[in-house]
DNA sequence: ACAAAAGTGTTTAGATTACACCCATGA
DNA sequence: TCATGGGTGTAATCTAAACACTTTTGT
């Protein structure tokens, strides 16, 4: 203990990049900063890491006080440790994201703290490093859609191709081609096809699809090449 | 300030993966611990984050002082954050990995911390959670070298498409088709053919090449697929 | 019947793979 | 000249991309 008490402690912080997918678009949990410095101002979701928990832990507790949520995805993106990142104090920060089902998480919840969730394509200005966050978030999104499917974590248990295709052509922000891209994804076996039509956008209705139940991360070469 | 002071400070850590290649293999870098607890058993270079220096910061200083390289490859893999990981005090630690040219490095520095450079195949025991630092590292390697040649960092200025070749083979472990890399390779249009030729290894000798050098991160599709 | 979205098929271009073959050179 | 690695060429296979075409169904 000697040798490490020579050394300066600092806060550590958690802050989370939380995504989700309504309206064919990607959106982000921002908060109004509720104290100063910044006060009122936009940043991400975030809170300190204490002594009895990890990083993880701390994140998925500040995910659950103000999201309601559980057991959802969460990994880590980066550190961001420059000394002067936070005018208030030195606050090292540990980015997360996480991927939530919008249409499952508590309302209420998120309203109280006066949280939006906002279009990525419109994001306002963020406080400190946050929108750096944001990109990196986004960067690591892209690529876990490469190589898993991310319904799971984005959209219902049931889902149609047109759906899946318009989430993924929300996350890369590029267009894909229909017949193409359905053939792409069943080729991988990944998915399993129900009887169910989603008649809501066609006539014809569209078949529903879900994942199957014995594939984890799958070792797809690649979803889309981009 | 008031919000900040409800809340622990921990010691913050950098540690980092050292990676160079010779004698057809990747190396790890590696220190006896000078130190309680687990003191002379194999562990990753590593020191903590002080008052005015960043992690990346933190990083590069404690790679200058005990390999005596400057500006090298230097980047983050992951957080480390288990309460008790090290079990003599709460240190959250930030892993880096780091690509060095082992005919550059400063040989005396680094015999006089006791450390070596050690074949990735047959590790040792690894403090705490290190060998998982490690192990993420390779993979970001991998990850590096699929979309950029890291010629520049890991082979000498001048290097043969042999040598290039079984660098990726020690970093993919994995054996390439020497006529198909070759093309690959050449097809990407970064590499600049020198007329000068190694003879060390054939009677005919194989051409050296250099990268060209307004290649920065070359946006390749991918080099090897795997 | 027809419009409109869902879903299938076909054609082409390009990339990857395996592997045969030629080349240059010192002993 | 011949053994040895260095380097090139080619045919078979696979993949991606573009886009035309067929199917289904409520009105």
Same mark, same amino acid.
């Given at each position: 203990?000697?040798?490490?008490?020579?050394?300066?402690?600092?806060?550590?912080?958690?802050?989370?990049?939380?995504?989700?997918?309504? +309206?064919?678009?990607?959106?982000?949990?921002?908060?109004?900063?509720?104290? %100063?410095?910044?006060?009122?101002?936009?940043?991400?979701?975030?809170?300190?890491?204490?002594?009895?928990?990890?990083?993880? %832990?701390?994140?998925?507790?500040?995910?659950?006080?103000?999201?309601?949520?559980?057991?959802?995805?969460? *990994?880590?993106?980066?550190?961001?440790?420059?000394?002067?990142? +936070?005018? *208030?104090?030195?606050?090292?920060?540990?980015?997360?994201?996480?991927?939530?089902?919008?249409?499952?998480?508590?309302?209420?919840?998120?309203?109280?703290?006066?949280?939006?969730?906002?279009?990525?394509?419109?994001?306002?200005?963020?406080?400190? +490093?946050?929108?750096?966050?944001?990109?990196?978030?986004?960067?690591?999104?892209?690529?876990?859609?490469?190589?898993?499917?991310?319904?799971?974590?984005?959209?219902? %248990?049931?889902?149609?191709?047109?759906?899946?295709?318009?989430?993924?052509?929300?996350?890369?922000?590029?267009?894909?081609?229909?017949?193409?891209?359905?053939?792409?994804?069943?080729?991988?076996?990944?998915?399993?096809?129900?009887?169910?039509?989603?008649?809501?956008?066609?006539?014809?209705?569209?078949?529903?699809?879900?994942?199957?139940?014995?594939?984890? *991360?799958? +070792?797809?070469?690649?979803?889309?090449?981009?």
């Amino acid at each position: 203990m000697e040798l490490y008490k020579n050394h300066p402690r600092h806060f550590v912080a958690v802050d989370c990049v939380i995504l989700g997918y309504q +309206d064919d678009e990607i959106k982000l949990l921002l908060y109004p900063r509720s104290f %100063e410095p910044h006060k009122g101002e936009w940043s991400l979701l975030g809170g300190f890491v204490q002594d009895d928990e990890s990083a993880d %832990e701390a994140a998925a507790r500040i995910l659950k006080q103000t999201t309601g949520l559980e057991q959802i995805f969460l *990994e880590q993106v980066a550190s961001f440790s420059a000394p002067n990142r +936070d005018p *208030e104090a030195r606050v090292i920060s540990l980015a997360y994201y996480a991927l939530i089902r919008i249409d499952l998480h508590d309302e209420e919840c998120v309203r109280e703290n006066g949280a939006y969730w906002v279009p990525i394509r419109k994001l306002p200005n963020l406080i400190f +490093d946050h929108q750096t966050m944001f990109e990196k978030a986004l960067v690591k999104l892209q690529q876990k859609a490469g190589y898993s499917l991310c319904g799971k974590e984005l959209l219902p %248990e049931m889902f149609t191709l047109i759906q899946l295709r318009k989430l993924y052509e929300a996350i890369f922000q590029h267009e894909f081609d229909p017949g193409n891209f359905r053939k792409k994804i069943l080729s991988l076996g990944v998915l399993e096809k129900l009887s169910l039509k989603d008649a809501s956008e066609s006539r014809k209705g569209a078949f529903y699809y879900k994942a199957k139940s014995n594939i984890g *991360e799958i +070792d797809i070469d690649r979803i889309v090449k981009f």
